[in-house]
């Protein structure tokens, strides 16, 4: 499986930017997927994450209300609306795939493939 991360930019705070993943070679196993961002000299925190099977979402508490997370199972792309944007979103925003039985959407040493990351740069 091959994880192709893009639409990241430059934006004002209070915009809006759409990441997309598209996945590609043996899809048909990816259970759940994840957006993780990570900032200079942070953690790579998990924004928001979505079951392939039935579509359920998970969003971290500082993304709520602004960022939406949704797929696309015939274009095997799972895709990221930003709203809102502020600074503190800055960072290289990855997604990454988990195959399996069960989604563990928090835990990154699940996840069995990594896109090349897309950076957001939210200017104020």
């Known amino acids: 499986v091959q994880l192709q991360a893009s639409g990241g930019g430059l934006v004002r705070a209070r915009g809006s930017l759409r990441l997309s993943c598209a996945a590609s070679g043996r899809t048909f196993g990816i259970i759940g997927v994840g957006w993780f961002r990570q900032a200079p000299g942070k953690e790579r925190d998990l924004v928001a994450a979505i079951r392939r099977s039935d579509g359920v979402t998970y969003y971290a508490d500082f993304v709520k209300g602004r960022f939406t997370i949704s797929r696309d199972n015939a274009k095997n792309t799972v895709y990221l609306q930003m709203n809102s944007l502020d600074p503190e979103d800055t960072a290289v925003y990855y997604c990454?795939?988990?195959?399996?039985?069960?989604?563990?959407?928090?835990?990154?040493?699940?996840?069995?493939?990594w896109g090349q990351g897309t950076l957001v740069t939210v200017s104020s």
């Open positions: 990454a795939a988990q195959t399996g039985l069960y989604y563990y959407k928090d835990l990154k040493a699940e996840y069995d493939y």
